[in-house]
């Protein structure tokens, strides 16, 4: 058994990696199809088609059903990502496939790259804006999902774009087996 159940909880790492084209990729989903608590949201976001901010913009609008309101800009973006009160989600699992092969130019990488880390941060550190709206501590886990001929690439451009920090899946014992 893997420890894809650290998904579910607050705790570093926050950016994890696995092989699509291996048996880790369909385990893990697997794994989140049978076992996803009630209270946790998980979507897959496949950026190999995205040809610019707006498509990414809209392609996260989708995934998270953004409100109306949504400005299609980063600032818009950040503010709804970091929001997600029309959810309620003890726990969010963002999957995205093929980020090496995003055709965004290094601006717009390095905007995507901030803003997930700026995500992350902000759901684990939890929110008070006022009482209205408190956000506590939640955990807020992306993985990435790359062909195994393309980790080499993914795990270069995530460290040269500030995520360092990634987890792999390791293989736990299960403590209720014998």
Not at 58 to 79: K, T, V
Not at 89 to 116: C, H, M, T, V, W
């Amino acid at each position: 058994m893997k420890n894809y159940v650290r998904l579910f909880f607050l705790g570093d790492p926050y950016f994890h990696v696995v092989e699509m084209d291996s048996n880790d990729f369909n385990d893990l989903m697997e794994y989140l199809e049978h076992n996803l608590p009630s209270k946790a949201f998980l979507t897959t976001i496949d950026l190999s088609n995205i040809s610019d901010d707006k498509t990414l913009f809209r392609i996260f609008q989708d995934s998270f059903d953004f409100p109306w309101y949504f400005g299609y800009n980063w600032n818009a973006f950040h503010e709804c990502m970091t929001d997600l009160s029309w959810i309620k989600s003890g726990a969010y699992i963002l999957i995205l496939k093929n980020l090496e092969k995003i055709p965004l130019d290094d601006e717009g990488k390095q905007l995507l790259f901030r803003s997930l880390i700026f995500i992350t941060k902000e759901w684990r550190n939890g929110m008070y804006y006022n009482e209205e709206f408190p956000n506590p501590h939640t955990p807020f886990h992306i993985v990435f999902a790359s062909e195994t001929a393309n980790i080499s690439t993914l795990t270069k451009l995530l460290d040269s774009n500030g995520i360092k920090d990634i987890g792999r899946f390791k293989e736990i014992k299960d403590p209720l087996e014998k």
